[in-house]
């Protein structure tokens, strides 16, 4: 099976693919095992980020797998470290060199803390020096995104965000749509709802998947491309990398669609206002060259 994923388009006339694989807690020798895997199958759209631990790995796979570069999408993300303008373009160059890549189609500041303001700057020097196609953030609430439209010369094209059925971010889009940014693509983390059994039990997906021949995890990822969201549903497992991505040969109905939107909403993890103890943590992302670590990174907050 060689599946072929559609895109979206960002605001730059970019495609960015709809699903990916995304490596959040994956040690680096789990991501030489397993992207393979995802790209073999036919994903072509990565999702790591410094503070994963697992650049060099996934630069290794990118380089070696026999793809072409530009078929291919690479997204990794800043954590708040980097943010400073004075540090943030060194720390861009230190991503590329850990990936071993000339450019990321999309860079991402990881979370709403730090010198966000200060380093957005550093952001759209790497997008004008070819060293990001794209940028974004990631976790953002709206007043921080503010904060960053009032210096942006380049507006984020993206926001990552936590998105599943439990909580839509419809309220969200609306908002930073008043705010010009109706072309943003949202890209959902726990799509799945962080494998919560009541998700996948609602009456509703089991209902709708029998009358599409799908199971209602494969439901929830079709809802999330008629979204328009972006999702890494994590998976090591090759059977389920393959039924992640066979969902675009059928259409939830806009029946359908309404009564996914009846189900009550609410957060798995609500972003704090202030920074969490991880988020403070100065790491040093050289520990990786080798095998690497896991993540410190906690389970929450992508």
């Excluded at 990916?20 to 994903?43: D, F, K, W």
């Excluded at 705010?179 to 009541?198: K, Q």
């Amino acid at each position: 099976m060689n599946a072929s994923i559609p895109n979206f388009t960002l605001a730059n006339g970019q495609k960015i693919p709809a699903m990916g694989y995304g490596v959040y807690m994956m040690s680096s020798e789990e991501v030489r095992e397993h992207l393979p895997q995802a790209l073999e199958l036919g994903y072509r759209h990565i999702d790591t980020a410094n503070a994963y631990f697992n650049e060099v790995a996934v630069g290794e796979v990118v380089r070696s797998c026999g793809i072409p570069r530009e078929e291919l999408f690479v997204t990794t993300k800043l954590f708040p470290q980097s943010y400073p303008y004075e540090r943030c373009a060194a720390d861009i160059d230190a991503t590329l060199s850990r990936l071993g890549l000339d450019y990321v189609d999309l860079l991402l500041f990881h979370q709403p803390y730090g010198d966000y303001v200060d380093g957005w700057r550093a952001m759209e020097e790497a997008v004008t020096s070819g060293k990001a196609r794209a940028i974004g953030l990631s976790n953002f609430p709206v007043h921080k995104i503010d904060e960053i439209l009032e210096v942006a010369v380049i507006k984020p094209a993206v926001l990552q965000v936590e998105i599943n059925p439990y909580w839509n971010q419809r309220e969200l889009k609306h908002a930073l749509a008043e705010r010009g940014l109706d072309d943003m693509v949202f890209e959902g983390w726990y799509p799945l709802g962080h494998g919560d059994a009541g998700l996948l039990a609602e009456p509703v997906f089991s209902q709708i998947a029998a009358a599409h021949g799908k199971t209602p995890a494969q439901v929830i990822l079709r809802w999330h491309y008629q979204e328009g969201n972006v999702v890494f549903p994590k998976t090591l497992n090759p059977g389920h990398m393959a039924d992640n991505i066979d969902i675009f040969d059928f259409e939830i109905t806009d029946d359908e669609m309404a009564r996914i939107a009846e189900l009550p909403q609410h957060p798995f993890y609500q972003v704090p206002e202030e920074p969490p103890a991880f988020v403070l943590v100065e790491n040093d992302y050289a520990q990786q060259a080798t095998s690497g670590p896991r993540s410190p990174m906690r389970p929450n907050g992508e």
